[in-house]
């Protein structure tokens, strides 16, 4: 899988601290999807490591059953729908986002071929 050319480095310290932010877990959308899921009575696991992949995990797990729920981010996930690409070191983000489609379809097949289900929101 191709990997993106190092950071061209932040166009503000503003935007930086914004960007230090981001929680690359636990963060709203998916901690409102776990307190529905174990309201409902449902037992998961977070951050689950994809088999075989070091760097890689299922946000939400239901191992017995091999279903794998990912709560993919708009902009890290370049969504179709609400997707901005950013107009500062704007060459570097396209490919960098291009990166991150690539790697969610790879993990994706990964999976399948390992007889999960894959749901990504």
Partial sequence: MPTPPPHPGSSSMELTARMRRVRKRDNGPEMAVR?????????????FRVPGQRRRSIDIAFTRVKLAVFIDGCFWHACPEHLHIPRANSAWWVVKLETNQLRDLSVTAQLEGMGWTVLRF
Wanted: net charge positive; no cysteine; proline share 0%.
């Fill in 35 to 47: 307190r529905r899921l174990h309201a409902a009575g449902l037992r998961y696991r977070v951050a």
